[in-house]
Each structure stands twice: as C-alpha cells, then as structure tokens.
C-alpha cells in the first residue's frame, strides 16, 4: 500500500516518488557512493538548493529542501 503523505513537510522529507520499492532513493545513492562519496552528494544538493530558491516563486520549498539536505550532511559527518 502507498505510503499516505500528510504533510508538505514529508514531500520534503520523504517524497514517495523517490522510492524503489520500500528502499528510499537516498539509500541506494549511499550504497553506491561510498560514506565520502554520499556526504559530497549531500553537500552538492546544498549549494544547489541554496542557489536555485532565488530563481523560483516556490522559493520556500527549496530552502527547506536545503535544510533537509544540510541536517542528512551534519547527520552522517556525526556518524564518521
């Protein structure tokens, strides 16, 4: 069954469309990048959040999409 989304937030957060089956996007993306390799990736989607929100009329949506790719990035550094 479909995960039911119940706020903007969890299409911030946990967006379903980036699932493969029960296996979230970002967990493939560090299976196959490495511990380094995923922080770098982490890192990467933060300055482009940071830069694009300028650009949009939806900038809000990609702040916060900054700020939860940040807090992924302090996350897994904590855990090095």
Known sequence: MPKTI???EDLINEPPHYNIGNMPCLEIIKQQLGKQG???????N????????????QNISDLKKLRFYNNKMIEELENL
């Open 6 to 8: 119940n706020s903007f």
């Open 38 to 44: 995923f922080i770098s990736y982490l890192e990467g």
């Open 46 to 57: 933060c300055w482009k959040y940071l830069y694009r929100h300028k650009e949009k009329q």
